[in-house]
């Protein structure tokens, strides 16, 4: 028998002239094998250089030492590497070290629910799920198979039905609106994206109620997430196409991206950022970090929140009840150019 490519378990059964079941008393001290059987079992696994399959061995004890994350928004997403978004490197990548410094490993995974996804990504031990949407059928699924799992923003249509960890979206429009209104705007727009989550829906309910309670009418627009910087000109034609409209001086958009192409759709046209409008963005792309000018964003602690994810990941992947579901720390302004006048 050729020896070099890994041998199976199947392999090692025929070599020893047992089967499949036996081979695996004998390598784990199970059963009722006689001491000379499981002798020759081992002595065969030596020399075939047989190493069992750790995910099997994994799920014959109830557990793999696997975390799965699954990242929601990359569904309507054209790429999962969108060009300037490290949001989302952030939260994987905190989450890496955070479950391996707890001696597990994280796997990204994409819905698996679907027909035909890997196996790998129906075995860990816990799942994590960023901004699910409405009636989610990743997180019916995961309820239905028993799966141990936790969501970064609730399923609108589910509120209280999953775990979740609160985003904070009215904390954070109380924050940026409240900022916008001291460096001088006066009639703020909003722009959301399109997809069905928490983040979209809260944010746009929690900016109505901040802007009804200063008496400003809701300027608002929705625009998909994927369209990304080449969003800016439909949303600068909305606001500023009709000369008899009343137009804004501030304009607050959820995506980084959407915030990079407003302002470069305005700067076209003459409209100076920051001396004639306010622009800022709550979730950050590196545009706004490099572009001129620089724009206000929002920082969401993503590491932070990663962290609390893996955290209650592994409470939950080792069968202990959660008793209240930590809050991570707020988010935080960091102000530049476009809304320092």
């Not at 995974?109 to 860990?124: E, H, I, L, T």
């Not at 994590?128 to 009636?135: C, D, G, L, R, S």
């Not at 609160?166 to 904390?171: L, M, V, W």
Request: charged letters at 25%.
């Amino acid at each position: 028998m050729d020896f070099s490519a890994r041998a199976t378990i199947r392999d090692l059964a025929k070599a020893a002239g047992v089967s499949p079941t036996t081979v695996s008393h004998a390598l784990n001290g199970k059963g009722n094998v006689s001491e000379r059987t499981a002798e020759r079992v081992r002595r065969m696994a030596a020399e075939m250089n047989y190493r069992p399959s750790e995910i099997a061995r994994g799920l014959q004890q109830q557990r793999t030492g696997i975390l799965a994350l699954i990242i929601r928004p990359f569904r309507t997403l054209d790429t999962v590497l969108p060009n300037g978004v490290d949001y989302f490197l952030r939260v994987v990548g905190t989450a890496s070290l955070a479950a391996m410094e707890n001696n597990y490993t994280l796997m990204l995974v994409d819905d698996p629910s679907r027909p035909g996804v890997p196996f790998g990504a129906q075995a860990a031990d816990a799942y994590i799920v960023t901004e699910p949407y409405e009636n989610d059928p990743v997180l019916t699924y995961l309820s239905q198979k028993r799966k141990p799992f936790l969501t970064l923003g609730a399923d609108p249509a589910r509120k209280d039905a999953f775990i979740s960890i609160d985003e904070g979206s009215a904390r954070d429009v109380e924050l940026m609106l409240s900022h916008l209104t001291r460096a001088g705007a006066g009639r703020i727009a909003i722009v959301t994206g399109t997809d069905r989550n928490q983040w979209n829906l809260a944010t746009l309910e929690a900016a109505r109620a901040w802007l009804d309670t200063h008496g400003q009418e809701p300027l608002v627009m929705s625009v998909p997430e994927v369209e990304g910087e080449n969003a800016g000109e439909a949303i600068v034609d909305e606001f500023f196409g009709a000369a008899d409209r009343d137009r804004p001086d501030a304009i607050y958009c959820l995506t980084g991206r959407h915030a990079s192409g407003v302002v470069r759709a305005a700067l076209s046209r003459g409209i100076r950022v920051p001396q004639d409008l306010l622009v800022a963005a709550a979730s950050g792309s590196i545009q706004n970090r490099v572009e001129s000018p620089t724009i206000t964003t929002l920082d969401l602690k993503p590491e932070e929140i990663a962290r609390t994810a893996v955290e209650c990941a592994i409470e939950l992947a080792e069968g202990r009840p959660l008793q209240a579901v930590p809050a991570p720390p707020p988010a935080t302004l960091d102000i530049r150019e476009s809304t320092t006048r």
